[in-house]
């Protein structure tokens, strides 16, 4: 009878050990009962990134990199995308199970009544530099936002902690609207609360003199995508946002540091880059050359790859049917062409297939963004926008896990050992 146990020995001791094997691991401090001496510390894994290691239990999101599923809380990607709103997806992630109408109707109208900020917050935004990037005054003022909020650090109460998602959920699109018209030097526009969430997103956003006449595909395709964005599991921001949170402090600063990682150009801050890539290249003439700098190191083919997904990324395949209904209401953007003539070489390409990289969310998402009229530098907030659902949930799920502690990762120290100090004259 097979047993769920990993037998290890230890060649330089000549030691035996037998560790339980659950759910296709094994735990880290099982390990450490592995020693050559009374006073050895124990055996330690060495993983550099997470390549290979679960730091929790969640019940939130299931990706299977190899297949290119995406389901959230058991409901494919597919279908949410397909038939569901922002908010019902954002009280799946956060409680668990779609909404009743009643349970919904009491989501939104709480998300409803708190979507305006403290004024003060206005003055915060009128301190950046003209040129200052959406990402760094969003991450500003979301962290800010904690100085508003003191009883935000009551987080042992559970009906403390639903105020405080419902209150980023409420504000990060007022916040997310003040800093585009920020960029733009354009007067804040308040919240409106006869306007469903998106549709009061895009009047903060766009609306001119007090009018904006809402486009109901670029609205519906702005709601897929950050339907889409919703929640990925453990990335970098998540990751952020529970190692930050693990800490004890408040959620506005948890947040705060998720978006900070969501920022990097290797994560969300990619959809950016790859408009500045298709910009560089200019011409479809020009990808081979583009395309072979790539392949000899110089620089990544940007929208490309991804740590889970190795088959391809299922949003990217949504993301490219929006695409489609987007660039039917607007006009082709000319850089489509160049971006589809792209995929299309680096699909066919030895490098590519090789080492299984295949078009991510990113890669069409800033086209769609830029047609709906969104500069380049702003696109990471609207993935910031959609992920607020998925950071939250990770962190109320984290606050509830009874085996999480403070975040704390070992290291391999390779520094010196100790030695005295050199007075500074005599310092070489
Ligand atoms: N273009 C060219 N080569 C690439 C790319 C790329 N986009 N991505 C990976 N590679 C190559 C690497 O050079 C490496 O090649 P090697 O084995 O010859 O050294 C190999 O593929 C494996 O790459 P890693 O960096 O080990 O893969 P990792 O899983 O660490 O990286 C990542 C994933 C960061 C997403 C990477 O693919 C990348 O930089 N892509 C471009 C940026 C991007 O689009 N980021 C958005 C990710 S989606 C998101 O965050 C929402």
């Known amino acids: 009878m097979p047993k769920d146990t990993l037998s290890i020995t230890d060649n330089r001791t000549g030691q035996s050990y037998e560790v339980p094997v659950a759910d296709g691991t094994i735990k880290a401090m099982d390990l450490r009962q592995v020693r050559v001496s009374e006073d050895d510390f124990g055996l330690m894994t ?71 900020v403290h004024t003060n917050i206005i003055r915060f935004l009128e301190g950046f530099r003209y040129d200052a990037h959406p990402m760094g005054m969003l991450l500003g003022v979301v962290g800010a936002l904690s100085t508003f909020y003191p009883d935000a650090k009551e987080m042992h109460d559970p009906a403390n902690r639903y105020i405080q998602r419902v209150r980023l959920m409420a504000k990060i699109p007022t916040l997310a609207a003040f800093v585009f018209r920020q960029t733009r030097g354009l007067p804040y526009q308040f919240p409106r609360n006869d306007l469903d969430y998106i549709g009061n997103y895009v009047n903060m956003t766009f609306s001119i003199g007090g009018q904006h006449k809402p486009n109901p595909v670029l609205q519906r395709a702005l709601e897929i995508l950050l339907i889409l964005h919703a929640d990925h599991e453990q990335n970098c921001s998540t990751s952020a946002v529970r190692a930050v949170g693990s800490s004890g402090v408040d959620p506005f600063s948890a947040i705060s540091a998720g978006i900070a990682a969501l920022y990097g150009p290797l994560h969300g801050g990619a959809n950016e880059a790859v408009l500045r890539m298709l910009d560089e290249i200019g011409d479809k003439s020009s990808i081979p050359a583009f395309i072979e700098k790539v392949k000899s190191g110089e620089g990544r083919l940007m929208g490309f790859g991804h740590r889970v997904y190795k ?23 000319p850089k489509l062409e160049i971006a589809v003539e792209l ?27 830029q047609a709906m009229g969104y500069p380049t530098e702003y696109f990471t907030v609207l993935f910031a926008l959609g992920r607020m659902p998925g950071w939250l949930a990770q962190w109320e799920e984290m606050l509830q896990d009874k085996e999480q502690k403070i975040a704390r990762p070992r290291q391999i120290y390779t520094g010196e050992d100790q030695r005295e100090f050199v007075e500074i004259g005599k310092r070489k």
């Open 46 to 116: 060495y993983d550099p990134a997470f390549m290979n290691t679960a730091a929790c239990r969640s019940a939130i999101t299931y990706i299977d990199g190899d297949r290119g599923i995406l389901r959230y809380r058991g409901y494919p990607i597919e279908e949410l995308a397909d038939r569901a709103s922002f908010l019902e997806v954002a009280y799946l992630l956060s409680e668990g199970e779609l909404p009743t109408q009643a349970q919904l109707d009491k989501w939104t109208s709480d998300i409803r009544y708190h979507t305006y």
């Open 311 to 333: 088959s391809y990324d299922p949003r990217a395949k949504l993301i490219k049917r929006v695409a489609d209904q987007v660039f039917a209401e607007t006009g082709l953007n």
């Open 343 to 369: 995929e299309r070489i680096a699909l066919s390409d030895e490098y590519f297939i090789k080492r299984k990289l295949y078009p991510n969310v990113d890669f069409y998402s800033g086209l769609i963004y």
